[in-house]
């Protein structure tokens, strides 16, 4: 069973910077695409950062030239550099991937989420 588990969030000044991360477990083969996703209180779940397999990244228009997703085979972890955080940056930050793990074999591919991690960004 895949797993992802997400860390690093936590309260930070304005201008700071946080680096969340996203650690795959469970006999993973490779995660081929990534993403993270924000909610905050009494909004909708929104696209921060994702990343495909061949490194193509896309971000929210509010985050541009701030954050930067990267992804770490290695480690089966996925990343979030957060810089120049805002207040309204503050949210519950969600990690995304497509993983391919090793089951009965072969392989199996499918889409995980993990539980959240908080950011909070004071003024």
């Known amino acids: 069973q895949v797993q992802l588990v997400e860390s690093g969030g936590g309260l930070v000044q304005a201008g700071g910077s946080l680096r969340l991360s996203c650690a795959a477990s469970g006999n993973i083969f490779s995660i081929n695409d990534g993403g993270w996703y924000r909610q905050a209180p009494g909004k909708q779940r929104e696209m921060v950062a994702t990343i495909t397999n061949d490194g193509r990244t896309n971000y929210a228009d509010s985050v541009k030239g701030r954050f930067t997703i990267s992804v770490d085979n290695t480690k089966n972890t996925v990343y979030l550099q957060m810089n120049s955080l805002k207040p309204e940056d503050a949210a519950v930050y969600y990690c995304?991937?497509?993983?391919?793990?090793?089951?009965?074999?072969?392989?199996?591919?499918?889409?995980?989420w993990g539980q959240g991690t908080q950011v909070t960004v004071s003024s």
């Open positions: 995304n991937a497509l993983v391919t793990r090793y089951y009965l074999g072969g392989y199996s591919s499918g889409g995980y």
